[in-house]
């Protein structure tokens, strides 16, 4: 039997270290699987309790229950309007659908026939590539959801009119 060097020792303890540590890493990999299949596996347990509470019970509930769901989703898109543009959940507003919406208010150069708040201080314009506003693409809204929840083409942008008290208004981009 031949003794080890001090060399060939501290080289076999490193490769076992590095053998350690891979098995480590590999039973935190397991973990992480093993975790988010469970947690999938309860979303999807979840979803299948609520929609079998959804259809359970008489029509009436039924009915009771799609109403509250319609207007918790209203509430949603009223409350959170920049949230809903992002998720797309605006086109489920009661107002129409934004395609229809958007047909007609091209049609009528730009005023959204569905709202009479064209004074309001919420609006959007077409900016021009020297920095200056549009003033014909002018649309205003007396609230923020209402601007909000307009499709509108890319170069169109969020501004606020400010209405000064020396009787001018003057456009702050949001």
């Known amino acids: 039997m031949e003794l080890l060097t001090y060399r060939q020792l501290r080289r076999l303890e490193k490769l076992d270290r590095d053998k350690a540590r891979e098995e480590k890493l590999w039973q935190v990999v397991s973990d992480v699987v093993k975790a988010g299949g469970s947690a999938a596996e309860g979303l999807f347990a979840g979803g299948g309790l609520a929609v079998q509470g959804l259809f359970s019970g008489d029509a009436v509930a039924f009915g009771v229950k799609l109403a509250a769901g319609y207007a918790f ?67 205003c809204y007396d609230v923020q959801y209402a601007r909000d929840s307009q499709l509108n083409p890319p170069d169109f942008v969020e501004v606020n009119r400010v209405f000064n008290s020396d009787g001018t208004v003057t456009l702050q981009q949001v």
């Open 73 to 139: 989703l209203q509430w949603l898109i009223v409350s959170y309007p920049n949230f809903a543009r992002e998720t797309h959940l605006n086109t489920l507003s009661i107002p129409g659908t934004p395609l229809i919406e958007e047909v007609v208010s091209n049609a009528s150069q730009g005023k959204n026939p569905f709202r009479n708040d064209h004074g309001g201080k919420y609006c959007v314009v077409r900016k021009n590539s020297d920095g200056s506003y549009d003033q014909s693409t002018l649309r």
